[in-house]
């Protein structure tokens, strides 16, 4: 196995513990391919239940990761949309199929363990039924254009994704349907991440981590560990909003925050603060840690770790701490995504953006990778950047484990062709059989 880069001095946790992952998957290595269902055939810009209902075809997409030797295989279960693509009784699920439990039973016939991520804090439909538990902005501001004020919930226009409306649905008749979606077009399409989609947009909420949002998620976790025949569970936006610093400051947070910290201690600018919400999303993390390991104390368990500074973003923004959140959950799972930033495909500007971010994504692991305390599988890229791109993501972003990579629809033939060489060449088949 070829790896561009020995992390090993910059691990600080025992890799022996990669052994409660690998065993409990009963593999050498991982290699995973995820697929968002809700996100149609391309990119991720776009929000398309249609694709999700009747044309995502199960079969052919692990026929295809069998050929290309994926031993894992991690689906989006819940989405920032807030969809729930399984037989639930508690959720919404606008697909109306059983997308996991069709993907249980293909796996069942081969090499293909199933591991789940899931959407927590983010959640449009959730913010629209229920904004009550929405989180709060503490002070006034603006972003995108949009003016808020102290006390707004904090429901805004979504930034990644678009909808069409499918042929013959009248937006009346669509909103009925998707009730967060609003009447405002984005008509023209950037290079820059944010504005790559086109069609209308939908809002989107985060939700407070100190709300009843939680009981509802903890009971949803709790659905699919029984019902479904998992091997890992991960949660993804186990965090705050990264776009404000001034969320959430609702009146129970509020309430809680000076029961435990004191009436003197000062809300948004104190390390006070930063210590609370960090605590807030780590007893997020026990919760889910808990509701899995009570059903199956086989099913591991992972977070999704937004990497970038330290202090500016990743505690005081996001009130993720590494350190907590890694002890607490099996697998932390950074996501490594400098090509996302550019691509030479657009053009030799967006090439040296996308080589930027990667020197910076390097550089800001080799600085804080010691903060993991137990097993990091980083997911990288392969939509929206080249072959060459995906390839020097997957060697240098392997920290030991194996690599996750995403997603499947927008993956070009080229870059198939790419990921079953690598599998044969620079894993090894023999890493990556299931005993
Ligand atoms: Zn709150």
């Not at 950037?190 to 939700?207: C, D, E, N």
């Not at 591991?300 to 990497?307: C, D, E, F």
Request: with cysteine; glycine share 8%; aromatic share 12%.
């Amino acid at each position: 196995m070829k790896r561009k880069f020995d992390w090993s001095e910059y691990i600080e946790f025992d890799t022996k513990k990669f052994e409660i992952v690998t065993s409990a998957l009963g593999v050498k290595r991982i290699y995973a391919m995820g697929l968002m269902p809700v996100r149609g055939v391309e990119g991720f810009r776009k929000l398309d239940y249609e694709f999700a209902e009747k044309k995502l075809d199960v079969i052919e997409v692990m026929n295809k990761l069998d050929e290309c030797h994926f031993n894992v295989f991690g689906l989006v279960i819940k989405d920032t949309d807030g969809a729930c693509v399984w037989d639930t009784d508690l959720g919404w699920n606008p697909t109306e199929r059983d997308i996991l439990g069709e993907f249980c039973d293909a796996g069942k016939d081969r090499n293909i363990k199933i591991m789940v991520s899931f959407t927590s804090m983010n959640d449009a439909y959730q913010g629209n039924l229920n904004p009550e538990r929405v989180s709060v902005h503490g002070k006034n501001g603006k972003k995108y254009g949009i003016k808020y004020r102290k006390g707004d919930i904090s429901t805004h226009d979504e930034g990644e994704m678009r909808i069409d409306l499918p042929e013959n649905v009248s937006f009346k008749e669509y909103k009925a349907k998707v009730p967060f979606l609003t009447e405002n077009i984005d008509k023209k399409q950037g290079k820059v991440r944010g504005a790559r989609g086109t069609g209308y947009i939908p809002s989107t909420s985060f939700m407070c981590p100190n709300s009843a949002h939680v009981d509802y998620l903890v009971d949803l976790i709790k659905e699919v560990v029984k019902n479904y025949p998992i091997k890992a569970f991960t949660a993804d936006y186990i965090r705050y909003d990264g776009s404000f610093t001034d969320v959430c400051a609702c009146s129970r947070c509020i309430k809680k925050f000076r029961a435990e910290f004191g009436e003197k201690a000062k809300i948004l600018k104190s390390n006070d603060w930063i210590e609370f919400k960090t605590n807030t999303i780590a007893n997020y993390a026990r919760k889910v840690q808990t509701a899995v390991k009570d059903i199956d104390k086989n099913c591991l368990t992972g977070w999704y770790s937004q990497v970038g500074p330290k202090k500016l973003v990743t505690l005081k923004r996001h009130g993720q701490d590494w350190k907590k959140l890694s002890s607490i959950l099996d697998i932390s799972i950074p996501m490594e995504y400098p090509y996302l930033a550019g691509t030479r495909d657009d053009g030799i500007f967006w090439g040296l953006i996308g080589d930027f971010f990667y020197w910076y994504f390097v550089r800001n692991m080799k600085k804080r990778i010691h903060e993991y305390k137990g097993p990091v599988l980083a997911v990288t890229n392969s939509v929206e950047c080249n072959v060459q791109e995906m390839l020097k993501q997957m060697r240098t972003f392997d920290f030991g484990l194996g690599i996750a990579v995403f997603k499947y629809f927008g993956t070009t033939d080229a870059q198939w062709i790419a990921l079953k060489e690598y599998a044969e060449k620079e894993i090894g088949l023999e890493n990556l059989i299931i005993n």
